[in-house]
C-alpha cells in the first residue's frame, strides 16, 4: 500500500514563504508522476503542480513564477516551494502520486495564509 505523508503545512503572512514536502513509502521512480493539489473550503480540489519520472513540470497559471516543484529521488520525496503567498492560496495541499490510472493521495497539509 502507497503511503503519502505531506509535511510544511502552516499559517504565513502575505507574501511569505513556505515549503512543503511529500514522502513516500516507495521508490517515487514507480509512479508516472508526482504532484500537489489542493483544495480551499468550497470548491473543488485543483491541480498545483506535477513533475514526471523525466523531470517535466507543469504549473496552474494561478501559481506560475511563484511556486517551484521538485523530486528527492534518493530520499523518494517531492517538495513544493511557495513564494510570494497570497490569501487565494490558503487550502489544504494534497500531495498526489499517479501510475497506470490510479491516483495516490496524502492526508493534506493546511496552508493558511493570512495576516
Known amino acids: 500500500q502507497v503511503q503519502l505523508v505531506e509535511s510544511g503545512g502552516g499559517l504565513v503572512q502575505p507574501g511569505g514563504s513556505l515549503r512543503l514536502s511529500c514522502a513516500a513509502s516507495?521508490?517515487?521512480?514507480?509512479?508516472?508522476?508526482m504532484g500537489w493539489y489542493r483544495q480551499a473550503p468550497g470548491k473543488q480540489r485543483e491541480l498545483v503542480a506535477r513533475?514526471?519520472?523525466?523531470?517535466?513540470?507543469n504549473y496552474a497559471d494561478s501559481v506560475k513564477g511563484r511556486f517551484t516543484i521538485s523530486r528527492d529521488n534518493a530520499k523518494d520525496t517531492v517538495h513544493l516551494q511557495m513564494n510570494t503567498l497570497k490569501p487565494e492560496d490558503t487550502a489544504i495541499y494534497f500531495c498526489?502520486?499517479?501510475?497506470?490510472?490510479?491516483?495516490?493521495w496524502g492526508k493534506g497539509t493546511l496552508v493558511t495564509v493570512s495576516s
Open positions: 516507495g521508490s517515487i521512480d514507480n509512479f508516472n508522476s
Open positions: 498526489n502520486a499517479y501510475k497506470l490510472w490510479v491516483n495516490y
Open positions: 513533475i514526471t519520472t523525466r523531470g517535466t513540470t
